[in-house]
């Protein structure tokens, strides 16, 4: 195997990686104007059937987009999974959920965002 046998799939998952974190980073953001907690357990599938009962903060816009981010995560990480590999994009989604609980502390500490 070269270098260039190598350097295609090595940019493809950078890509995925990037795509990912920008969606999640602002995932993140729409949960801190809600005030919702979104890591902790049950959340992420009370937030997705529209429950917006999670949220500390009166805020329907944000929590519409939020609903949306994360529906949309779903269609990207199983495009990720389908183009990579389910293994592959574990490892990319716990290499940005780690990044983004250093961003975001105050979105919980339950266990994988997705």
């Not at 949306?68 to 290499?95: C, N, P």
């Amino acid at each position: 195997m070269t270098d260039m046998d190598i350097q295609p799939g090595m940019y493809r998952t950078e890509w995925w990686q990037r795509h990912l974190e920008e969606l999640d980073r602002e995932i993140g953001r729409q949960a801190l104007l809600c005030r919702v907690r979104l890591l902790d357990p049950g959340v992420i599938d009370r937030v997705l059937q529209g429950d917006d009962s999670v949220c500390a903060a009166d805020n329907r816009r944000a929590f519409d987009k939020l609903c949306h981010l994360l529906r949309m995560h779903f269609v990207v990480r199983q495009k990720t999974a389908g183009e990579l590999g389910q293994a592959r994009t574990f490892d990319i989604e716990s290499y940005v959920i780690g990044r983004l609980r250093k961003s975001f502390p105050d979105i919980g500490e339950g266990g994988p965002l997705f």
